[in-house]
């Protein structure tokens, strides 16, 4: 799994993991948002995320 270079908004977590899924980065985004809510370390485990997981490679053509 790799941070998305282009699906990014903060630190393109979500969208690495919507490349990861096949998924649509908003559906993955509004899905944290809302799991967000519920009290837990999900802050916590984005921002482990942000600084462990690697940025894509850069795509060359």
Not at 1 to 16: E, F, L, P
Request: aromatic share 14%.
């Amino acid at each position: 799994m790799y941070r998305s270079r282009n699906h990014k908004i903060i630190a393109g977590v979500c969208g690495g993991i919507a490349d990861s899924f096949n998924l649509p980065p908003t559906l993955v985004r509004v899905l944290w948002l809302l799991l967000s809510l519920i009290p837990g370390p999900l802050w916590v485990v984005y921002v482990l995320m942000w600084i462990f997981v690697p940025k894509a490679p850069e795509a060359r053509y």
